[in-house]
């Protein structure tokens, strides 16, 4: 990227931060106003890794954004398969999946996962990133509706194109992790055009890991490129604290390695900010 492009992509992160914490300031109440916070400190889990990413984590018990980037948590990227988030509640509001066990018969043709090359239900290709089963969900519902849909969430750039079936993967559409965040949100809090049955069922897809009195809700992705991009995106929530905790991580794949170290580097976040227990499971602020 020339240095004009990298300028002018950190001022409109910069332009897209200062009108974030207006809009926060002008529609929250004093005592409850979402603060900004850079951590750099935070930059360290990539640096160990030789890699570049963002973390961005929003604590709503203690109305606090947290980013170890604050540029990059603004910069639009390929979904990847954190898509599957959207296309599923998609797939659910339509009726192509009457629930989470709606099932989806393997064609035979052997793909680069073993876990794809099996008959799969809309939980477990969720589970699995099985792309085959939501490539031809988009194929099944249409473009234009799938398009409506993602201008509706106000999904990133809002873009479903140019190939129906494919621009999550290698399209024009592209979200910050700020706006994964803000999608997240809208999802937890039932503010999108669904019906309390989609949300219900959706729960049930996205639920990663539960345990006594506490439950995460997340999902991974990965782009391919030079290098990759990688996420881990979701909330945790508790039964003593209805207030979640958000977080959206991307970083270049630079390794294949770097698939698990995306979910240790939330983990490890979480629990420090009280988030999360030392076993992994939430805990207190």
Same mark, same amino acid.
């Given at each position: 990227?020339?240095?004009?492009?990298?300028?002018?992509?950190?001022?409109?992160?910069?332009?897209?931060?200062?009108?974030?914490?207006?809009?926060?300031?002008?529609?929250?109440?004093?005592?409850?106003?979402?603060?900004?916070?850079?951590?750099?400190?935070?930059?360290?889990?990539?640096?160990?890794?030789?890699?570049?990413?963002?973390?961005?984590?929003?604590?709503?018990?203690?109305?606090?954004?947290?980013?170890?980037?604050?540029?990059?948590?603004?910069?639009?990227?390929?979904?990847?398969?954190?898509?599957? #988030?959207?296309?599923?509640?998609?797939?659910?509001?339509?009726?192509?999946?009457?629930?989470?066990?709606?099932?989806?018969?393997?064609?035979?043709?052997?793909?680069?996962?073993?876990?794809?090359?099996?008959?799969?239900?809309?939980?477990?290709?969720?589970?699995?990133?099985?792309?085959?089963?939501?490539?031809?969900?988009?194929?099944?519902?249409?473009?234009?509706?799938?398009?409506?849909?993602?201008?509706?969430?106000?999904?990133?750039?809002?873009?479903?194109?140019?190939?129906?079936?494919?621009?999550?993967?290698?399209?024009?559409?592209?979200?910050?992790?700020?706006?994964? #965040?803000?999608?997240?949100?809208?999802?937890?809090?039932?503010?999108?055009?669904?019906?309390?049955?989609?949300?219900?069922?959706?729960?049930?897809?996205?639920?990663?890991?539960?345990?006594?009195?506490?439950?995460?809700?997340?999902?991974?992705?990965?782009?391919?490129?030079?290098?990759?991009?990688?996420?881990?995106?979701?909330?945790?929530?508790?039964?003593?604290?209805?207030?979640?905790?958000?977080?959206?991580?991307?970083?270049?794949?630079?390794?294949?390695?770097?698939?698990?170290?995306?979910?240790? #580097?939330?983990?490890?976040?979480?629990?420090?900010?009280?988030?999360?227990?030392?076993?992994?499971?939430?805990?207190?602020?």
């Amino acid at each position: 990227m020339s240095f004009p492009r990298v300028m002018a992509s950190a001022l409109l992160a910069c332009l897209a931060l200062t009108a974030c914490r207006a809009s926060i300031a002008q529609t929250t109440p004093a005592d409850q106003r979402e603060r900004w916070e850079t951590r750099p400190e935070l930059q360290r889990h990539f640096d160990e890794l030789g890699t570049k990413g963002t973390l961005v984590v929003l604590d709503t018990r203690a109305h606090r954004w947290i980013a170890s980037d604050s540029v990059r948590a603004f910069e639009g990227f390929l979904p990847a398969s954190t898509f599957k #988030i959207p296309m599923s509640l998609i797939a659910l509001e339509t009726g192509a999946a009457v629930d989470e066990t709606q099932p989806f018969k393997w064609d035979g043709t052997q793909r680069r996962i073993d876990d794809w090359n099996r008959d799969q239900t809309l939980g477990s290709a969720y589970t699995v990133s099985a792309v085959w089963v939501f490539q031809s969900l988009a194929r099944q519902i249409g473009q234009p509706t799938v398009q409506q849909f993602v201008r509706d969430f106000r999904y990133g750039n809002a873009v479903a194109g140019p190939i129906g079936d494919r621009f999550w993967l290698d399209g024009d559409l592209r979200l910050s992790a700020v706006g994964q #965040i803000e999608f997240l949100r809208r999802v937890h809090d039932r503010a999108l055009p669904l019906s309390d049955r989609t949300y219900d069922i959706a729960r049930k897809v996205m639920l990663r890991d539960q345990g006594p009195g506490w439950r995460l809700y997340a999902k991974t992705g990965w782009a391919d490129g030079a290098p990759g991009l990688g996420w881990f995106v979701g909330w945790s929530e508790q039964d003593r604290d209805a207030r979640p905790v958000y977080f959206a991580l991307n970083m270049d794949m630079k390794d294949p390695a770097f698939s698990q170290k995306r979910v240790e #580097i939330v983990h490890q976040v979480l629990r420090k900010m009280g988030a999360m227990d030392a076993t992994g499971a939430p805990g207190e602020r």
